[in-house]
């Protein structure tokens, strides 16, 4: 039985709204490091504890409580100037605050938390008594000097000039440009609200006992089923509902009197009327009901300040993470698959984007580096911007890497452009490190950013200058629910194409194609297009040629897909296919008509044509179509 047993409504809000009071906690003390003497971020931090103190006491559960206390004690010793913050004691709060969030997750999990690490609990005793280490953190701009005098006081930071003991503070390598620093990887991992983490992953919890295994894995990977609305939001979507009910009325009401053989140009025109408010209310209900769904981003952003800030700290780097845009709102699901991008975007930034301090100082560059996330709306697009201040990238050297790792032919490599070259990060396993670390190398990290962004329909393009740094943008759509479409003909068969993929709509003339290499091809403004038909994709039988080609992008590929004809433009509701998804769809949408069309994945059945003619005769598609028949 759980230890928490009929207490299931109140764990779930305190587990939500601790969360967040740990996560602004976190971004709080961040900025606290760079601005010591701000009693108001003080006080701030302190309220944040001392509400989860007292929630975790209404709990019963002890050992948080325990823990929350120690670092409570630490707070409020800072806030009455009784001591002063130093990065070891920095180092021993956000360990405990980490502690506090691994508490959370066996929370979850209807489990009383064990007690913390005792390393934590020394350390936070350790520093109520004064006994933290005062030293300066590597990297900070006060006490860093040129040449050899930085050089005696990272070593000093480093354990090397007699530096106590404090298990919470992570030391780097004696000299990091001559090997790699250890890095703690438990300590880089994403801080994702307690559901979403396993006991398991907090410090000592394997010693300690706490249960682990496929149940706790399942819990932890589960996504979160519910949203916090604004209320306004909810009466707009009720005062919609009562309009669309009044006007249903109406129609009743018009639909008796037709019935009833009143056809006059009165009657007719009320009928129009009518319909056409339907339609308007209808259209803002839709609208109204997928700003629901919508999210400040913020929640997603709040995370990533305490991970940049832990990782540079453990490479020995001054790195500071701003953001911007955190009010832009996105669509719930898409949120939490962006996520691990971003992370991955976040880390990379500050493990191979931004130089160490002294590196930077050589460049003529100031010790601090900046890292900015940034998200901002355009159209029905959401912009992200991951961009640092560092070293930038050489195309010249990623294709010369891509050629060693024999990723890509020397003869490919120099048919690329910068651009295209800077792309070829992204191909999986591809590093420019020659040897792994905790934090990357392994050529696995951009691969799947890359893979996760496509999924979401979105694009990511580079823009780098070596000594320049770098910049991500990232490209979406406003939501996942509705999807813009370009209907295409194959005979009378109609199918979706994603609207975001079309360039333009060309017709084809047979005689301007060309065979090269044996693939059908066409010249559009100088550049040579492969011609794929559609029904070639699905595996159907041709019936007659194509009479136009649609121009589509489709990651770094641009290809003329051949159709029959066009039956417009839509934006789909997508209904997803959970049972029954046959390869090459993504869902399905219901015309006006009630006709049923399919959403074509064009990335799985452009990933499936190079076995097209193995196919059974019988395809997917086909199937799909029989089902839904």
């Keep these: 039985m759980s230890d928490f047993a009929g207490m299931e409504d109140l764990l779930k809000d305190f587990l939500q709204e601790a969360g967040d009071l740990l996560s602004d906690v976190d971004n709080k003390l961040v900025d606290l490091e760079r601005s010591p003497d701000d009693r108001q971020l003080l006080n701030d931090i302190f ?3 001392h509400t989860i103190k007292g ?7 002890g050992e948080l409580v325990t823990l929350c206390h120690l670092t409570e004690n630490l707070f409020d010793k800072l806030r009455n100037a009784e001591m002063a913050l130093t990065p070891g004691l920095m180092d021993t709060i956000l360990e405990a605050t980490r502690s506090v969030r691994g508490m959370f997750g066996e929370i979850a999990q209807g489990t009383q938390p064990r007690p913390a690490a005792a390393e934590v609990i020394a350390d936070l005793r350790a ?14 701009d006060t006490v860093v000097e040129e040449g050899p005098d930085w050089q005696a006081l990272h070593q000093a930071v480093t354990g090397q000039g007699g530096m106590p003991g404090v298990a919470a503070a992570q030391r780097v390598s004696t000299d990091s440009r001559d090997a790699p620093p250890a890095v703690d990887e438990p300590l880089l991992q994403p801080h994702f609200p307690p559901e979403g983490r396993r006991a398991s992953d907090r410090p000592g919890a394997a010693a300690s006992g706490v249960p682990s295994g496929r149940r706790a894995d399942e819990k932890a990977a589960a996504r979160e089923t519910t949203i916090r609305v604004d209320i306004s939001r909810l009466d707009q979507v009720l005062n919609l509902s009562g309009e669309i009910g009044l006007t249903k009325n109406r129609l009743t009401s018009l639909r008796a009197d037709i019935i009833a053989g009143r056809t006059d140009s009165e009657t007719l025109q009320a009928l129009d009327q009518a319909v056409s408010q339907l339609d308007l209310l209808v259209s803002d209900l839709q609208n109204s009901v997928m700003k629901t769904r919508m999210q400040p981003i913020g929640r997603l952003f709040q995370k990533y300040p305490r991970i940049a800030r832990d990782l540079a700290r453990q490479l020995g780097k001054d790195v500071e993470l701003t953001l911007v845009g955190e009010e832009t709102e996105v669509d719930k699901t898409m949120i939490e698959d962006l996520a691990d991008p971003l992370i991955h975007l976040i880390r990379n930034a500050v493990d191979h984007g931004v130089e160490s301090p002294d590196e930077r100082r050589l460049a003529g560059k100031r010790p601090k580096s900046v890292v900015r996330l940034e998200a901002r709306q355009e159209g029905d697009h959401i912009v992200l911007i991951i961009a640092d201040d560092g070293r930038g990238m050489s195309p010249e050297r990623i294709r010369a890497k891509a050629i060693e790792k024999n990723i890509i032919s020397e003869e490919d490599a120099n048919t690329l452009d910068d651009r295209q070259s800077l792309n070829l990060i992204f191909l999986p396993g591809f590093s420019t490190m020659s040897q792994a670390s905790a934090v990357s190398g392994r050529g696995v990290g951009m691969d799947v950013v890359k893979t996760n962004i496509q999924k979401l329909n979105g694009t990511i393009e580079i823009r780098s200058e070596p000594g320049n740094g770098s910049v991500f943008t990232i490209s979406l759509p406003l939501t996942l629910a509705i999807l813009p479409v370009l209907l295409v003909l194959l005979g009378d068969q109609p199918f979706a194409l994603p609207l975001s993929m079309v360039r333009e709509i060309l017709p084809i003339d047979p005689q301007r194609m060309q065979e090269v290499g044996g693939r059908e091809t066409l010249v559009v403004r100088g550049e040579v297009l492969p011609v794929i038909a559609l029904s ?6 041709q019936v007659q040629e194509p009479e136009y080609g649609v121009l589509m992008q489709a990651a770094e590929r641009s290809f003329i897909l051949a159709v029959d004809n066009f039956a417009g433009r839509d934006d789909a509701v997508i209904k997803a296919l959970d049972d029954f998804r046959p390869r090459g769809v993504a869902g399905v949408t219901t015309l006006s008509n009630g006709q049923i069309v399919l959403i074509l994945d064009m990335k799985e ?5 190079a076995t097209v003619a193995d196919r059974d005769a019988r395809s997917v598609a086909t199937r799909a179509l029989e089902v839904f028949a």
Excluded: Q, V
């Design 536 to 541: 070639r994709l699905l595996g159907w039988p």
């Design 127 to 140: 520093a109520l008594a004064g006994e933290i280490d005062a030293a300066p953190a590597a990297g900070a």
């Design 47 to 49: 309220r944040g504890f």
């Design 605 to 609: 059945l452009l990933a499936d044509l």
């Design 55 to 61: 929630g975790a006491g209404f709990l019963n559960a």
